[in-house]
């Protein structure tokens, strides 16, 4: 049972800058049917060739995956949408024909071509592994330290993957599998498409590629949308201790469903909810469960299921069981495809894009201060990544975001975003500038357009997605009446 726990909450979670030029004359895609585990009704595949190394344009190619569902109105059809599902890590060949499933409008899907892809080093791209153990089959959010012991604990096992992931077969591409890299790549997508501009949509860590792109090729954007932000910095590790804000943040709704439904007997109140957190993590600390849920994973298992208002039920019903002793439900979702690639893919951007600090003195130092601040799960955010040990050095700057460049950027965000917090996307939105206009939903979960059902929200996606209109100011769109969102769509948890 803990091993398909872990598997359940795997995912969840410019200066001298190398010129972002597209190859002069890139070759037509070549569009044929899609590998098999993505395959889609109008669907199409094909790959192209990029750079591994951006510097060495004519040396070693690597394969980029491309997806296409086409526009079947040609008629109003705009040009093309990039989409991106976060991660990083996350296989987006399939993103194109999921849109239409969680809810997104034919006017939206008839103004574009819209493009999937695998970033480099994930899925049908070329990919990297660290040559991931079943046991290191996890989450690469760290376990929540209980002490500085842990935190020492901790850096041994991110010693040992970091040394796995320099010395795995893939190790060449350590160094380039990045978001500045895969940028480029997009671009390369547009000009193999034949098109002047593109239009993007990304969600999550997708955001932060999006920002990057813009920064980089800002004539070459379109319609820019941002859906649910990370801070300018991406996931560094000044991004990673935010998530224990956006888990203090998503909290309050899951306190709500759980006084509503007093059958889970979580408590009567709210307080009463969150007292019966820190005393289940306090027993499971002591004496794990029957299944091997400790409270270290109670905690991850916790936040993981804090993305989707649909995935409440079930974590009601997992606390309810490790209060009781009850037999423990199996977690929803199915298998993660390929989940050492994920994981491992994940660790070469997030690690490749910024150098991390190394020493253990100061990770040790940010547990301590934000299990003050964030009691909840503070201790596991600012915990140790791989990324402190990380073998290789990035190979240049991080992408600065700034406000240079067209207005046509809309963000999308959740007030209560267990991933991705408020305080993240404010820090985007400023480093923008007049480029990008804000709008806030009053609703909690992960994904915001088509996640919720805030039609408020939705409607000016829509409307900037078809006719390139925006609000003239940050729109602040209130809380409407919701059923459950549709999480059947991305039943992992993403960054």
Not at 117 to 126: K, N
């Amino acid at each position: 049972m803990r091993r398909t726990l872990l598997v359940a909450v795997v995912a969840v979670v410019v200066a001298s800058v190398v010129p972002g030029v597209a190859q002069a004359a890139p070759g037509a895609l070549e569009w044929g049917a899609c590998p098999a585990d993505v395959t889609a009704p109008g669907l199409e595949c094909a790959t192209l060739d990029v750079p591994l190394d951006y510097r060495k344009p004519d040396g070693r190619q690597i394969e980029v995956a491309v997806s296409r569902l086409k526009s079947t109105n040609p008629a109003h059809r705009r040009g093309v949408l990039l989409t991106n599902p976060g991660g990083p890590g996350g296989p987006g060949l399939d993103l194109p024909a999921l849109l239409p499933q969680i809810g997104w409008p034919k006017s939206v899907l008839d103004t574009y071509d819209v493009i999937g892809f695998d970033p480099r080093g994930v899925g049908h791209s070329t990919p990297v592994t660290c040559d991931l153990t079943p046991a290191q089959l996890r989450s690469n959010v760290p376990p929540y330290a209980l002490g500085p012991a842990d935190v020492v604990a901790q850096a041994e096992y991110a010693k040992g993957i970091a040394r796995q992931c320099g010395a795995s077969r893939t190790a060449s591409m350590l160094p380039y599998v990045t978001t500045a890299n895969t940028a480029r790549d997009m671009d390369r997508i547009r000009a193999a498409l034949g098109e002047p501009k593109l239009s993007y949509y990304g969600i999550s860590y997708g955001t932060y590629l999006g920002a990057v792109y813009t920064t980089l090729f800002p004539q070459r954007s379109d319609r820019i949308v941002l859906d649910s932000n990370l801070a300018p910095g991406g996931l560094d590790g000044t991004g990673s201790r935010l998530l224990a804000q956006g888990f203090d943040d998503r909290f309050p709704d899951f306190a709500a469903f759980a006084v509503a439904h007093p059958e889970f007997a979580l408590g009567r109140t709210p307080a009463e909810v969150a007292a019966k957190y820190f005393d289940l993590a306090a027993r499971l600390d002591a004496n794990p469960s029957p299944e091997g849920v400790d409270g270290k994973l109670f905690r991850q298992l916790t936040f993981g299921m804090f993305y989707y208002d649909a995935t409440l039920p079930y974590l009601a019903s997992a606390w309810h069981a490790l209060d009781t002793g009850a037999p423990f439900p199996q977690p929803p979702g199915g298998a993660t495809p390929n989940p050492d690639n994920l994981l491992s893919s994940q660790l070469h951007v997030v690690c490749g894009d910024v150098n991390w600090p190394e020493s253990l003195r100061a990770y040790q130092k940010n547990v301590a201060t934000d299990r003050i601040r964030h009691p909840m799960f503070g201790a596991a955010a600012a915990n140790v990544w791989p990324c402190a040990f990380w073998p290789a050095d990035p190979p240049e700057p991080p992408v600065r975001i700034g406000d240079r460049g067209p207005s046509d950027i809309l963000m999308l965000q959740n007030l209560r975003d267990p991933a991705t917090p408020l305080t993240g996307a404010r820090r985007l939105r400023q480093a923008f500038g007049n480029r990008a206009r804000m709008v806030t939903a009053d609703q909690g979960g992960h994904g915001t357009y088509f996640f919720g059902a805030n039609e408020c929200a939705n409607n000016a996606a829509t409307r900037f997605l078809t006719t390139g209109v925006r609000p003239l100011r940050d729109k602040a769109c209130a809380a409407e009446p919701s059923g459950l969102a549709p999480a059947a769509a991305f039943p992992v948890p993403r960054f």
